[in-house]
């Protein structure tokens, strides 16, 4: 029971990540694979900030009498990439409004037929 409270943020982490996987693989909905999308990106976010905790650690500022660091480079990236990602979201959306005034629909499995009829 140790190992799983020890632990518990890395659960989440695969729990969010399979949930996200499994959103993206079975929906048709192109709204619904961009929520999954989202999921799974914000799995791999928790994944970064997780590893970057350091038990103990303090600010890496120098003081005296402090020689445990926490590092800050992991934090960093997830703020990089939590705009690209917020970008990203967007781009797919503007996409999926686009195809639904091109096709009427926005179930995948829907325009792909109505593709192969023209």
């Keep these: 029971m140790s190992f799983i409270l020890d632990y518990y943020n890395y659960w989440i982490v695969v729990f ?3 949930t996200g996987f499994y959103i ?4 048709n909905n ?9 999921i799974f ?3 791999v976010f ?8 350091v038990t103990g650690g303090t600010a890496p500022i120098v003081t005296e009498g402090v020689t445990l660091y926490s590092n800050p480079l992991p934090h960093v ?4 990439a939590i705009v690209v ?6 781009v797919g959306l503007s996409l999926i409004v686009r195809i639904k005034r091109a096709y009427g629909t926005v179930e995948e499995n829907e325009f792909e037929n109505k593709d ?3």
């Design 116 to 118: 192969d009829a023209i």
């Design 85 to 90: 990602g917020v970008a990203t979201t967007a």
């Design 30 to 38: 192109l709204v619904k694979k961009v929520v999954g999308l989202n």
């Design 46 to 53: 928790m994944l970064y900030i997780s590893m970057g905790k």
């Design 41 to 43: 990106q914000t799995s």
């Design 24 to 27: 993206v693989i079975s929906a």
């Design 16 to 18: 969010l990540m399979m």
């Design 77 to 80: 990236l997830i703020l990089t």
